[in-house]
T-cell receptor
Framework: AQSVTQLDSQVPVFEEAPVELRCNYS??????LFWYVQYPNQGLQLLLK??????LVKGINGFEAEFNKSQTSFHLRKPSVHISDTAEYFC????????????FGAGTTVTVRA | NAGVTQTPKFQVLKTGQSMTLQCAQD?????MYWYRQDPGMGLRLIYY???????DKGEVPNGYNVSRLNKREFSLRLESAAPSQTSVYFC?????????????FGPGTRLTVL
């Protein structure tokens, strides 16, 4: 079985400040990891994904995430946020044993203030 | 290229009424999915279809039925709506069954059951 825990439900941050969203997963087998973003009243959009190789993954809009196998974490970071980054962010995991099934975390709402 | 489209965008039902949520994709994807999104719970898989003519249950299938009408269309039916089915419903599609491909999401249907 696999599960995803997003450690923060709400993250308020000032514009141009850095932000980190924490994600931990549990799985008995190797995993593929994803971060999705949901802007208000829209569907989900892929930010980045880790499949294999380099543990530092770069995505769209200046976001990056680091896969840490020993800590079973996949934290998302951005060095300087904009007002337009206000959204809900979801971490998701898919294991090799259940290749079609994405398990999502509960989500982290990021609110960027001027 | 519209991606994944869903109709309707909003719907209010009374307990016991039935309705069908429609989803279509124009990306020639093989796999399609239905999720529900509830506050604090992320997205949960209701049903998925790995290819035309096949459907399988996800995490929360009770109270729902699906039809993969053709490669483009995947509908979700509520036969007798209940207040517990008040949620936002997302349809998604991906190229292959399982693997490491990205899922593309529709804009969602916001359903309220009174």
């Amino acid at each position: 079985a696999q599960s995803v825990t997003q450690l923060d439900s709400q993250v308020p941050v000032f514009e141009e400040a850095p932000v980190e969203l924490r994600c931990n997963y549990s799985s008995s087998v190797s995993v593929y990891l994803f971060w999705y973003v949901q802007y208000p009243n829209q569907g989900l959009q892929l930010l980045l994904k880790y499949l294999s190789g380099s543990t530092l993954v770069k995505g769209i809009n200046g976001f990056e995430a680091e896969f840490n196998k020993s800590q079973t974490s996949f934290h998302l970071r951005k060095p300087s946020v904009h007002i337009s980054d206000t959204a809900e962010y979801f971490c998701a995991v898919r294991s090799e044993s259940t290749d079609y099934k994405l398990s999502f975390g509960a989500g982290t709402t990021v609110t960027v203030r001027a | 290229n519209a991606g994944v489209t869903q109709t309707p965008k909003f719907q209010v039902l009374k307990t016991g009424q039935s309705m069908t949520l429609q989803c279509a994709q124009d990306m020639n994807h093989n796999s399609m999915y239905w999720y529900r999104q509830d506050p604090g719970m992320g997205l949960r898989l209701i049903y998925y279809s790995a290819s035309e003519g096949t459907t399988d249950k996800g995490e929360v299938p009770n109270g729902y039925n699906v039809s993969r009408l053709n490669k483009r269309e995947f509908s979700l039916r509520l036969e007798s709506a209940a207040p517990s089915q008040t949620s936002v419903y997302f349809c998604a599609s991906s190229q292959n069954r399982g693997g490491i491909d990205e899922q593309f999401f529709g804009p969602g249907t916001r359903l309220t059951v009174l």
